[in-house]
């Protein structure tokens, strides 16, 4: 968890979410699947440390199906591990920007008494220059949430964290209450249907030059991905990619096994899965399985 603590002003506004009806059966990884061991293959020293004080090193993954949703590190690419209450966050001090954002998302975290807040937070936790709300001031670009306020409700302390702008990325508008949302509101009928979801998701940047917003230059993505894992009744995964201005369509259309989005974004997606569970569900995917 954090070591700072943050003194913020807090404005409740918040629309009720639909109240869903949560199994009250505990939902258990299945005892067939024997998690693998990840060893990193970067070599950065500094980089290993951040995973061993984040809880996320190689020992802490071995067998441990809680850590299943934590992508690979990234061998080539700058990153600042943060953990959080509800998710984890792999931070790039160079874009601005999160690489990526995962969370164990149960049945029982869908709902809850905590409403969203108003307020967005500048993350004293990473090196400055950084995300701050002047940023996005008049910037034209919404701040999108990567694990979504609506998946916080549980608690007070992770819901104020979703809102720390290290959570977040210039996203487009109609996108952002649009389809991104669409996908937010599934994974947690997903949630309360399946028992538990494994998310991942975080902005693609396509070019190799980027628009970037205010004046400390946050990088505005070309376009997002999103995967889930499952375990229950059986393992099963599914993917989505959706451009940085697309918001009316049908989440359908943007259907993507989980090896394609490693092969656009260049990560390896629940690399603690068994190699014949990983091979399977990552080649494969149907979103009428998920219905």
């Not at 441990?64 to 990234?74: D, E, H, M, R």
């Not at 992770?158 to 809102?163: L, R």
């Not at 991942?200 to 205010?214: A, F, R, S």
């Not at 995964?237 to 049908?250: C, D, L, W």
Request: charged letters at 25%; glycine letters at 4%.
């Amino acid at each position: 968890m954090r070591s700072k603590a943050i003194t913020f002003v807090v404005i409740l506004s918040f629309l009720s979410l639909a109240t869903l009806t949560i199994s009250c059966r505990q939902h258990r990884t299945p005892k067939s699947i024997t998690f693998r061991r990840i060893t990193s293959t970067n070599n950065n020293q500094s980089d290993k440390e951040q995973y061993k004080n984040s809880g996320l090193d190689d020992s802490n993954k071995a067998d441990s199906p809680s850590q299943i949703y934590i992508p690979a590190p990234l061998p080539n690419n700058k990153e600042q591990i943060l953990s959080r209450k509800a998710y984890v966050t792999s931070y790039n001090n160079k874009t601005k920007i999160p690489n990526w954002v995962a969370w164990h998302l149960t049945s029982d975290h869908v709902d809850g008494s905590i409403r969203r807040l108003n307020t967005y937070f500048e993350d004293e936790d990473v090196p400055a220059p950084r995300a701050t709300n002047a940023d996005y001031k008049g910037s034209g670009w919404s701040r999108g949430h990567m694990c979504p306020a609506g998946d916080n409700k549980w608690d007070e302390t992770a819901m104020m964290e979703s809102n720390l702008l290290t959570n977040m990325c210039p996203q487009h508008g109609s996108l952002n209450s649009g389809l991104w949302n669409v996908i937010e509101r599934d994974c947690r009928k997903w949630a309360v249907k399946y028992g538990d979801l494994y998310i991942v998701c975080g902005p693609i940047l396509l070019n190799k030059e980027h628009e970037t917003i205010g004046e400390n230059q946050i990088t505005v993505p070309e376009a997002f991905f999103k995967v889930i894992l499952r375990l229950n009744p059986e393992p099963a995964a599914i993917g989505f990619i959706v451009r940085n201005n697309e918001g009316k369509k049908k989440k359908d259309q943007f259907v993507n096994t989980v090896d394609e989005v490693e092969r656009i974004t260049g990560m390896d997606f629940f690399p603690s899965l068994p190699d014949e569970i990983e091979n399977e569900v990552e080649a494969n995917t149907n979103l009428n399985d998920w219905q």
